[in-house]
C-alpha cells in the first residue's frame, strides 16, 4: 500500500470532480465551513482505505454505502472540528457534522466506482488513481 502522503493532491481531486462545492449563494463562512469540513472527510475516507491491505465482505458492504466504522469517523471529525479553531454554533456544528458525511460518502462511492472501472479491489485503487 502507497503512503498516504504519496498522493497528497487525491483529496482535492476528489473534492474538484465530484462537484461537491457549495455554491456561491452560501455565506462566505458556511462556503468555508461546509467546504473544509467536506474536504475533511474525504481525506478520511482515503486515510481509511490506504491503512487496509484488503477489506472483508462485511467492510465492503458499509464502504458501499458511504460508510466508515463509526468511531473512525467519529474520531476524525473530532480531530477537524479542533482544526477549526472556531466557536461553532449547533447548527454550524450538524452543518458541519452533515458535510464531513457527504465528504466520506462522495469520495467512498468515487473510489469504488474507480475500482470497478479498472477491475481491481479497492484498497489498490487509491495509489492507481492519477
Known amino acids: ?4 502522503n504519496e ?3 487525491l483529496a482535492e481531486k476528489i473534492f474538484n470532480e465530484t462537484n461537491i462545492k457549495l455554491a456561491k449563494s452560501f455565506g462566505e463562512r458556511l462556503r468555508h465551513l461546509g467546504d473544509s469540513s467536506c474536504k ?24 458501499s454505502v458511504g ?3 463509526e468511531d473512525y469517523e ?12 472556531e466557536q461553532l454554533s ?14 466520506i460518502s462522495v469520495a467512498l462511492s468515487y473510489m ?7 477491475d481491481i479491489d479497492l484498497p489498490s485503487v487509491i495509489p492507481s488513481i492519477r
Open 1 to 4: 500500500m502507497v503512503a498516504a
Open 7 to 9: 498522493n497528497p493532491g
Open 40 to 63: 475533511a472527510g474525504v481525506e478520511t475516507a482515503i486515510k481509511y482505505l490506504y491503512g487496509k491491505s484488503e477489506l472483508l465482505e462485511e467492510e465492503l458492504e458499509k464502504l
Open 67 to 69: 460508510q466508515v466504522p
Open 74 to 85: 467519529q474520531e476524525h471529525f473530532e480531530k477537524h472540528i479542533a482544526r477549526l479553531n
Open 90 to 103: 449547533e447548527n454550524e456544528m450538524d452543518f458541519c457534522y452533515e458535510a464531513f458525511v457527504s465528504g
Open 112 to 118: 469504488v466506482k474507480a475500482a470497478k472501472l479498472k
